[in-house]
DNA sequence: CGTGCATCTATACAATGTTCAGATTATCTG
DNA sequence: CAGATAATCTGAACATTGTATAGATGCACG
């Protein structure tokens, strides 16, 4: 029997659940999403392997976990960058969409491995996050673009599917390193274009 | 000194190479890029584990083999597809640039195993050379685009990275559950008015 | 104070990637 | 055509992984 004095770490973590998750981003920022391992993130956090299958029902639970965190971590960075530009007129409006593409485009290329966990089929997001904070910055800011007269009403139609389309896709093959980091202007000009924005 | 053809030994395979490359498709087009396990593509060779390790220094080697003969395949469709469509005029190159995009979007969501390998950063690819069978399509399809006066030549710069990210993005989309499969043709139909397109 | 319950540990098991020594066969040399 | 040499494959081994099960631990509450 080891003599037992007082404990610096308590037995009962306290917050356990979203310091597995904290762990797992950490461990999957620096290794990718296929090197993520349970073990590695419960000794991260100083705590036996079995001890997250009181949170998680398997390693995959984690994952989507880490997934919805990240989803709305990439969808505040959004918001922030949305909001350090400050005007009601046209200019502000189309600097405001541009700066949302842009922020997308950074987080994909500074974090390319939480980018691929988040859109690359590892964790299962069943549903169409209509009411989610990504889709709803999106779908407001084209609404703005057609209040302040910068597109018109029906090229602003369904636009949600282009530009999400536009900004994933050319993150997405940017990071795995199929096109040149120097396209994703260009792709914010095409889709532009396509909006028929002047 | 060349490997002969394969006489049924049952120590030396033949043609083991394209052998475990076939095996590892298969099984990555039922389980996903992450459940391929290396045994199994032996086993289903009928050979021992290691015996890969003669062809492939690791299981990266073999996913990155899946990968580029994945994505000539793909190439392969695109071209197949619009070789159905002949003519020379308006109608039809348009219809031969527009097979082209659902080609891509039908193996994405027939394979997506398939298309998560080829572009979820599973296997390590250089930016696509110019002389690549699927870059080549897409190149020509948008030059013939501006031959026969569907879209200015102005607008065709730099178009092979708005219509491929557009296209990728949707299919990526679309099936890892993030969009409704019915917004493809919203996307194509975006992706030609980005190009001014008649 | 002690009883119940949520929380965490210990142990075990099968599967995986990978290595290495050796067995088996093909090919070449004389 | 025989024997040597190189190519190809096997077998066993090791560390690591996800996960299941049984038991230990400590907190809240009667």
Redesign the pocket.
């Known amino acids: 029997m080891v003599p037992?004095v007082a404990?610096v770490?308590?037995?009962?973590?306290?917050d356990?659940?979203s310091a597995l998750v904290e762990a797992a981003i950490a461990l999957v920022r620096k290794y990718g999403p296929d090197?993520?391992?349970?073990?590695?993130?419960?000794?991260d956090v100083?705590?036996?392997?079995?001890?997250?299958?009181?949170?998680?029902?398997?390693?995959?639970?984690?994952i989507s976990a880490v997934g919805s965190v990240l989803f709305a971590r990439l969808a505040d960075l959004q918001e922030e960058a949305i909001s350090k530009i400050s005007g009601s007129g046209m200019h502000s409006a189309r600097e405001r969409f541009q700066a949302m593409g842009n922020a997308y485009f950074k987080w994909a290329v500074t974090e390319p491995n939480l980018y691929r966990l988040l859109f690359g089929g590892f964790c299962e997001m069943q549903e169409v996050p209509q009411d989610h904070k990504a889709w709803r910055l999106l779908s407001e800011g084209l609404d703005e673009l057609v209040q302040v007269g910068l597109i018109t009403k029906s090229a602003r139609q369904n636009g949600e599917a282009l530009v999400w389309s536009a900004v994933h896709g050319a993150s997405s093959l940017i990071i795995e390193g199929l096109m040149p980091r120097q396209a994703f202007p260009e792709v914010l000009k095409g889709i532009q274009r396509s909006l028929g924005m002047k």
Do not use: I, W
């Open positions: 037992r404990v770490s308590p037995y009962h973590h306290g356990l659940e090197h993520l391992s349970l073990r590695a993130v419960s000794a100083g705590v036996s392997p079995s001890a997250s299958y009181h949170y998680f029902q398997d390693k995959n639970a984690l």
